[in-house]
C-alpha cells in the first residue's frame, strides 16, 4: 500500500453533503505525527447513455496553518457572489436539456424585457 493511501485511512471526524450530482465530503485525518489535516472531497456521478455510471472525484487537502486565509477568503468570496448574485440558483442552467441561444451572424441591440416574473411558464419548472 502507498505511502498515501496510509496517511488517508485515518479518519477522525466526518461530514457529508450531497448536493444533487455532486456529494462533498469533508473529513478530518490524522498524519503519522498525529496531527490533524483536513480533507474536502468533490465526487461528481456521470451517467452514459447505456445507463451505466461512474464518478469523478476531486480532493483539496487543507493544512493548519492554511485555515485562517482559506477561511477568510472562501467568506470573502462567497459574499461576493451572495453580494453580486443573490442566493437564487438558476436551476434550469444545469439541467442537460437547457439550450442557452447564441446569435453569431449579428449583434443584436439588446431590448427591454416587458415581461413581469408574473409570466411564468410551469412546464420549465
Do not use: W
Not at 469533508?26 to 472531497?41: E, L
Amino acid at each position: 500500500m502507498r505511502e498515501n493511501d496510509m496517511l488517508e485511512k485515518e479518519e477522525i471526524f466526518s461530514k457529508v453533503l450531497r448536493a444533487g450530482r455532486r456529494t462533498y465530503f469533508f473529513d478530518v485525518r490524522a498524519t503519522k505525527a498525529d496531527d490533524y489535516y483536513i480533507t474536502i472531497t468533490e465526487s461528481k456521478k456521470f451517467t452514459e447513455e447505456d445507463g451505466s455510471f461512474h464518478f469523478k472525484k476531486h480532493k483539496i487537502y487543507l493544512y493548519k496553518e492554511d485555515f485562517t486565509a482559506f477561511s477568510e477568503i472562501l467568506e470573502e468570496m462567497t459574499a461576493y457572489v451572495l453580494n453580486h448574485k443573490g442566493d437564487e440558483v438558476i436551476s434550469e442552467r444545469h439541467q442537460r436539456d437547457f439550450k442557452k441561444e447564441y446569435n453569431t451572424d449579428k449583434v443584436e441591440e439588446e431590448t427591454p424585457n416587458t415581461s413581469s416574473f408574473t409570466d411564468v411558464d410551469f412546464d420549465d419548472i
